[in-house]
């Protein structure tokens, strides 16, 4: 391979890995890792997978409707947040990404270590 045509398709690979949004799953992010390192993890994107518990879906003061429930994998477990009601179920197996926050103030409510979802797949 001529060198021209080798760096343009190195250039290519760098670039292409640049662009991919990093999520911490694949470097094996549990549930646990998250809530033993939560200053490791705080503001980073991160993807779980584990069973939903304490399922609830509501509607905020402003109409907006939104959906929480705790992701645990055994006996560790994290806050999800998402807006919009997502059909869920208590024990369903999901896989959430999101940003992860150590701690988040919302008004008087202080919740640890949870999970602002954008995605949200059922698993089978």
Not at 43 to 62: I, T
Request: with cysteine; net charge neutral.
């Amino acid at each position: 391979m001529e060198r021209p045509v080798l760096c343009g398709l190195l250039a290519a690979v760098v670039l292409s890995l640049a662009c991919v949004p990093p999520t911490l799953s694949d470097q094996g992010t549990s549930i646990r890792a998250l809530v033993q390192n939560p200053d490791q993890y705080d503001g980073k994107v991160v993807s779980v997978a584990g069973a939903v518990g304490a399922y609830r879906e509501g509607v905020s003061d402003a109409g907006n409707p939104f959906t929480r429930f705790r992701l645990s994998d055994g006996d560790a477990s994290v806050a999800v947040f998402i807006w919009n009601k997502q059909g869920l179920s208590n024990d369903q197996k999901v896989r959430v990404t999101g940003t992860f926050a150590k701690v988040k103030h919302i008004g008087t409510y202080t919740i640890d270590n949870e999970i602002q979802a954008n995605r949200i797949e059922v698993l089978r």
